[in-house]
């Protein structure tokens, strides 16, 4: 270990850029899929990860070493493998929350111009997908809409359909009740007349 606090600390940045720098390259010239984690002596943490998925590249790993360890697993549970898995899944969170923070616009100072131009790409990939849900909920929203006024001006026409044949329907009623009553006057005033004249004879 470089005992001069300065020169460890220059050596860290650089060898850090480097780091970093190769596993970049691994990831575009391999099509390697690569998650870097980084902490300073300070506890400051720096990564890389490809497309800027660390989330999707931990459970990878995740998944893999449960698998590993459910093959070499022993009978015995050790206090070490706790230990273990207690700080792996802290370094997890600790990348999520600050993955967290970043989204948010926090604490960004500590990014690189690459790493900010990796946040500013996931943050454009995530509004246009947020934008696309939105577009498809409105246009199904619009077409439900369509749907429940086409039912109802279907009803309505039905409805003014009925309303109709029901008006003739008393019409044609009122009609045959006046034919029945002026046939019954006529009746009437044919049966009387003969029944005057012989009276007046």
């Not at 220059?10 to 998650?35: M, P």
């Not at 497309?51 to 697993?73: F, G, K, V």
């Not at 690459?114 to 454009?124: A, S």
Request: hydrophobic share 30%.
């Amino acid at each position: 270990m470089i005992e001069n606090k300065i020169n460890r600390q220059v050596t860290f940045s650089k060898r850090r850029s480097g780091l970093l720098k190769k596993a970049h390259e691994i990831s575009v010239l391999c099509d390697a899929e690569v998650g870097l984690i980084v902490f300073s002596t300070k506890g400051k943490l720096f990564e890389y990860s490809t497309d800027s998925c660390m989330e999707r590249i931990l459970e990878r790993y995740e998944r893999y070493s449960y698998a590993e360890r459910q093959l070499n697993a022993t009978d015995i549970e050790t206090p070490g493998s706790w230990s273990l898995e207690h700080a792996k899944l802290k370094a997890r969170l600790e990348v999520l929350q600050r993955n967290q923070r970043h989204y948010a616009g926090e604490d960004l100072d500590s990014l690189s111009r690459k790493e900010l131009q990796n946040l500013e790409h996931q943050l454009d990939s995530a509004l246009k997908h947020i934008r696309s849900r939105k577009n498809q909920l409105m246009h199904e929203s619009i077409s439900e809409l369509q749907k429940k006024d086409k039912a109802l001006q279907e009803q309505n026409n039905n409805l003014s359909k009925q309303v109709k044949e029901r008006e003739k329907e008393i019409a044609q009623q009122n009609q045959w009740e006046q034919q029945s009553h002026d046939h019954l006057n006529s009746s009437s005033f044919v049966m009387s007349h003969p029944l005057n004249s012989l009276h007046l004879g």
